[in-house]
């Protein structure tokens, strides 16, 4: 884990007074970070596999299957989503319907930390897992504040190791 990454999470997760959903949760390995800090947290990741290898390597932590668009929480559930390099494998179109979602289980004072690749245009890349979209920061903005969000905080930075390819992190709550 980048410790840059470490140290946002971290001061977000502190932040949050309450229950943390990672949405889209993968290997489940930012979960457990999560709860090693304490907190409140349950990882949902829409590829069974996933679920399956987190619950193998972490089982004091409880991970389901989930879709984005379908989280199957009750209104405001979540105190804080970490929705980490979750979204870059979703077809654009979809984003909206997602990003809907997350604000629905969000508290009126909760908040979302959403991590991706961005570039200066929305564009398709070869990823490890599927293919994933990097996205410019100002576009994403426009998107979340569309779903409902205000985006309070961005960091964007390069990746020492491919520096063609660079991250950022958004801070958003709902509106």
Avoid: K
């Avoid at 140290?7 to 977000?12: N, V």
């Avoid at 990823?127 to 961005?154: K, Q």
């Amino acid at each position: 884990m980048n410790p840059l990454d470490v140290q946002l999470i971290s001061d977000w997760a502190a932040q949050c007074p309450g229950p943390i959903v990672d949405a889209g949760c993968g290997p489940g390995h930012w979960t457990h970070f999560l709860q090693e800090r304490g907190a409140e947290v349950e990882g949902v990741d829409l590829v069974p596999a996933f679920v399956e290898l987190a619950r193998t390597r972490f089982p004091t932590v409880s991970y389901r299957v989930a879709r984005l668009d379908d989280l199957g929480l009750p209104d405001q559930a979540a105190a804080g989503i970490l929705a980490w390099y979750s979204l870059i494998h979703l077809e654009p179109a979809r984003v909206p319907a997602v990003l809907r979602e997350l604000r629905r289980c969000l508290r009126d004072d909760g908040t979302l930390l959403l991590g991706c690749f961005v570039s200066e245009r929305l564009e398709p890349f070869p990823h490890s897992v599927a293919t994933a979209y990097s996205w410019p920061v100002d576009e994403l903005t426009r998107r979340l504040e569309s779903a409902g969000f205000v985006v309070r905080h961005t960091e964007t930075r390069p990746n020492p190791a491919r520096l063609d390819r660079w991250h950022s992190a958004l801070l958003a709550e709902r509106a």
